[in-house]
Structure formats: structure tokens, C-alpha cells
């Protein structure tokens, strides 16, 4: 081999290039395109994209399966709710009748079995008398002068027991209330 002189007249920071992705260099030091490496690009964008659209997958299932398990549970909630207004009238008819006859024992056995079921399923009976009115618990049917030592806007007097399902009003308690 002959040793051939090449003459460069200037050379500039600009000339050189910048290695791009897909480019190998080789032993000898020049950069050289690899055939594999724009496939192993292609490859590694398209594995990208595909992990991509499996975590939005997985998360939009998790939403789905949350979203379905609150369906689940506010229609349980609906239903049992639904039931206790219905049995409210039966609750009622055992403390009218615990009023008429207190000393019975069938039916105290029966007002405390419901208690006891109310309980269970977290009905709760809201107490009236004595407390403040609150006009999201209670519905003030009469109002009487105030006795002594009673407050204003105090409820005297419960017409109908008001029951909640959990923080839920079933119902209102009708009550008299205090000038």
C-alpha cells in the first residue's frame, strides 16, 4: 500500500457528526448503520406502545371493577332501605300497642325482636325529646308554649318515632315543639 497525502485546507466543529441511533461504531472508528438497529428501534417503539395500552388497559379495568362494586353496594343499600320503610308501620303498631299494654309479654318479645333486627341491619331510632329541632331529622307538627325550664325550640312531645338507615333519614320524627 502507498502512503497518499491528503491536503485539508480547514476543518470545523460543524463537520463532524453526531452519532445518531442506529449507528455502530466500528473497530476501525468510523461510525457505521447497522441494518439490525432500525429494526431493534422499530421494535422498542412498538413495545412501548404496547405496554402503554396494557397499563391504560389494566387501570380502566380496575375503574370498571371499583365502579361495579359501588353499583353493587348502593343498590343493597337501596333495597334495604326500601324494606325498613316498609316495616316502619309494623314498628309502629308494636309501640302503639306496648302503650296500650305494657305488662304483655308477646309483645314486648316482639318490639325487642325488632329492635334487636333494626339493629342488626343499622336502623336507628332518632331521638327527639329533649333536643333542639333539627329540621333534617325532625317534622314540627305543633308548636305549645314552652314549659318552665325548657328552652325555646326544644321538642316536648314525639308524635311518631323518626328512624335513619345509617346517616340515611328513613323517615322524620313529627314532634311538638316549645315556643
Do not use: C, W
Request: hydrophobic share 40%.
Amino acid at each position: 500500500m502507498e502512503d497518499k497525502e491528503v491536503k485539508v485546507e480547514s476543518v470545523s466543529v460543524n463537520d463532524i457528526k453526531k452519532p445518531d441511533a442506529g449507528t455502530e461504531k466500528s473497530e476501525k472508528g468510523p461510525k457505521v448503520e447497522s441494518p439490525d438497529a432500525a429494526k431493534i428501534a422499530e421494535l422498542t417503539v412498538a413495545l412501548a406502545d404496547v405496554q402503554d395500552k396494557y397499563l391504560r388497559t389494566a387501570a380502566e379495568l380496575e375503574n370498571t371493577r371499583r365502579r361495579a362494586a359501588l353499583d353493587a353496594e348502593s343498590r343493597a343499600r337501596s333495597r334495604a332501605m326500601a324494606v325498613a320503610e316498609k316495616i316502619l308501620p309494623v314498628m309502629d303498631a308494636v309501640d302503639a300497642a306496648l302503650k296500650h299494654t305494657p305488662d304483655d309479654e308477646g309483645i314486648i318479645s316482639l318490639a325487642q325482636a325488632l329492635k334487636s333486627s333494626f339493629a342488626e341491619i343499622g336502623v336507628t331510632k332518632i331521638e327527639s325529646v329533649g333536643k333542639p329541632l333539627n329540621p333534617a331529622l325532625h317534622n314540627a307538627i305543633q308548636v305549645v308554649q314552652a314549659p318552665e325550664n325548657t328552652a325555646p325550640n326544644t321538642i316536648v312531645e314525639e308524635m311518631q318515632p323518626g328512624y335513619m338507615f345509617g346517616d340515611t333519614v328513613l323517615r322524620s320524627a313529627m314532634v311538638i315543639v316549645a315556643k
